[in-house]
């Protein structure tokens, strides 16, 4: 039993501290790249569009903050400003925006904790933010 009760514990604690490490690495300031999936979204666009939707991509300039607080902010999206809380565990980031009302948009953390990534919708491609 009182094997039982050390293993526990020190799963425990692990646990913790992993979530304490990934919650450190998180905190700073990312920047954001979208690589966008052109030849699924390019057969529902004209041409024009399409070259008007690349440009528009190509010129983001997307930074998000992640605080200590759990807090975060993002701007230079597609969608304007954006803020709301986070929660990380060693290797996912979930992002909660009140603005969305949708469920949580999970990153997946790479090894090394330099980047993170998400899928976008659909198939149409992924969106990575890297550690400044």
Request: proline share 5%.
């Amino acid at each position: 039993m009182k094997h039982f009760q050390k293993l526990v514990t020190g799963i425990i604690l692990f646990s913790f501290c992993a979530v304490a490490m990934a919650s450190t690495s998180i905190v700073g300031k990312w920047k954001g790249h979208l690589e966008v999936n052109w030849a699924k979204l390019g057969s529902k666009m004209s041409p024009d569009q399409l070259a008007k939707a690349k440009k528009q991509v190509g010129s983001l300039k997307i930074v998000m903050e992640f605080k200590a607080n759990k807090t975060f902010t993002a701007s230079g999206g597609p969608m304007g400003p954006q803020s709301g809380t986070w929660t990380a565990t060693a290797t996912e980031v979930d992002l909660i925006s009140p603005k969305a009302k949708s469920k949580p948009q999970a990153f997946s953390i790479a090894k090394g904790g330099k980047s993170m990534s998400t899928a976008l919708p659909g198939g149409a491609g992924k969106f990575t933010l890297t550690k400044s």
